[in-house]
Antibody, heavy 121, light 106 residues
Framework: EVQLVESGGDLVQPGGSLRLSCAASGFTFSTYWMSWVRQAPGKGLEWVANIKQDVTKTYYVDSVKGRFTISRDNAKNSLYLQMNSLRVEDTAIYYC??????????????WGQGTLVTVSS | IQLTQSPSSLSASVRDRVTITCRAS??????LVWYQQKPGKAPKLLIYGSSTLQTGVPSRFSGSGSGTDFTLTISSLQPEDFATYYC?????????FGGGTKVEIK
């Protein structure tokens, strides 16, 4: 069974930093693109970033470019999101997500339960 | 690429046929995905490639369209289908989502 378990969400002040982690199990992690998707409270979904299996490619939504960094450790079956210079508008539930093995990149076939990041003074 | 879903919400009864539309601001071929999300839960993949049903999804769900206009149809609404539905384009980066359609019980 595919499992994605996020951790690291917290309350942080504007301008602060946070590192999210996602522990993956139940599949061969190193063979999948992985993504982060977020959802502000009571709002819709927003794709944040993804990373290729071999770490040679990463993509970001414009609003986080230069502030967030996605990374992975295939030996530890883990995905990460380093978030710097956090803004109030980054407040959201952050989902770790596995990209579909056949469909176009960005298509998510498994989601974690999410971790809440709150940016507030 | 912007995606506009309509309606933003609808009320329907069990066994009703429900259609949700998603319009893209530019052509996205058939790179359109549909998700279902229930309150307090992560989204669930329903359809990818505009019309391919994800494994395990009931056949009452279907998708169609290409280019800029797409539809999600639920042929006979069931109690467990009351949820919010999102479309997503994966034709080009960054992938973007529609604003969602909330399906409520009439």
């Amino acid at each position: 069974e595919v499992q994605l378990v996020e951790s690291g969400g917290d309350l942080v002040q504007p301008g602060g930093s946070l590192r999210l982690s996602c522990a993956a199990s139940g599949f061969t992690f190193s063979t999948y693109w992985m993504s982060w998707v977020r959802q502000a409270p009571g709002k819709g979904l927003e794709w944040v970033a993804n990373i290729k299996q071999d770490v040679t490619k990463t993509y970001y939504v414009d609003s986080v470019k230069g502030r967030f960094t996605i990374s992975r450790d295939n030996a530890k079956n883990s995905l990460y999101l380093q978030m710097n210079s956090l803004r109030v508008e980054d407040t959201a539930i952050y989902y770790c997500a596995r990209d579909h093995p056949i469909a176009a990149s960005g298509t998510v076939d498994h989601w974690g339960q999410g971790t809440l990041v709150t940016v507030s003074s | 690429i912007q995606l506009t879903q309509s309606p933003s919400s609808l009320s329907a009864s069990v066994r009703d046929r429900v259609t949700i539309t998603c319009r893209a601001s530019q052509g996205i071929n058939n790179y359109l995905v549909w998700y279902q999300q229930k309150p307090g839960k992560a989204p669930k993949l329903l359809i990818y490639g505009s019309s391919t049903l994800q494994t395990g999804v009931p056949s009452r769900f279907s998708g169609s369209g290409s280019g800029t206009d797409f539809t999600l149809t639920i042929s006979s609404l069931q109690p467990e289908d009351f949820a919010t539905y999102y479309c997503q384009q994966v034709n080009s980066y960054p992938p973007t989502f529609g604003g969602g359609t909330k399906v409520e019980i009439k």
